[in-house]
């Protein structure tokens, strides 16, 4: 982390996203499979999310070399997933998210997990993200400026849901929301593409059908 602070011009951007929709999805396909292993939380849609914005935007899946000056990226999303154990904080990669489906997504993430967490994990498992997700699910608060988890150029942090007023046009009707607060690498990544990407994947989490079309 001093490593990443001290070498990293960070950049945060936040974003409220309006969830209903995207949990009321989530609540109707979990109680399709209440016999699944794994449940569906958000961070399966949030990370099949980012592989959408990373098609459009290729140059946030990618780890930058300070010292060469060199930028390498992905092809492959590597996704960090940062989970607090006893030995503190840890990051699991799901590997290939660009190839998994929601399901899958979700049973990688509870399986790193919980590796994470009774010192199961293996090295391979702790490395080679190319971008990462941090939550502290409900203590998440409303906003939060996470460290990039260096040598990535972003890191995706989800804040707490919460029922809020939102103006319709017409009056305050209440709504589901959740922010994005998301840092990138301010050197590598402009202030634009960090605003487009993020846009992008919050009109993904608020129409989440489209998390499931084919381009």
Partial sequence: MTSAKSRIAHITYVE????????????????????????LTILPFLMRAMVKAIEEQPAL???????????????????????????????????????????????????????????????????????????LGALGGLVSTPVINHPEVAIIGVNKMQIRPVWDGTQFIPRKMMNLSSSFDHRIIDGWQAATFIQSIKGLLETPAKIFMER
């Fill in 61 to 135: 899946n990618a780890l930058y070399d300070d010292e060469a000056g060199a930028i390498q990226q992905h092809g492959g999303v590597h996704v960090g997933i940062a989970v607090q154990t006893n030995a503190g904080l840890m990051v699991p990669v799901v590997r290939h998210a660009e190839a998994r489906d929601i399901w899958d997504c979700a049973a990688e993430i509870a399986r790193l997990s919980e590796a994470a967490k009774d010192g199961s994990a293996t090295r391979e498992e702790l490395t080679g993200s190319t971008i990462t997700i941090t939550s």
């Fill in 16 to 39: 409220e996203v309006d969830v209903g929709a995207l949990e009321e999805l989530r609540a109707t396909l979990n109680s399709e499979r209440a016999g699944a292993p794994s449940r």
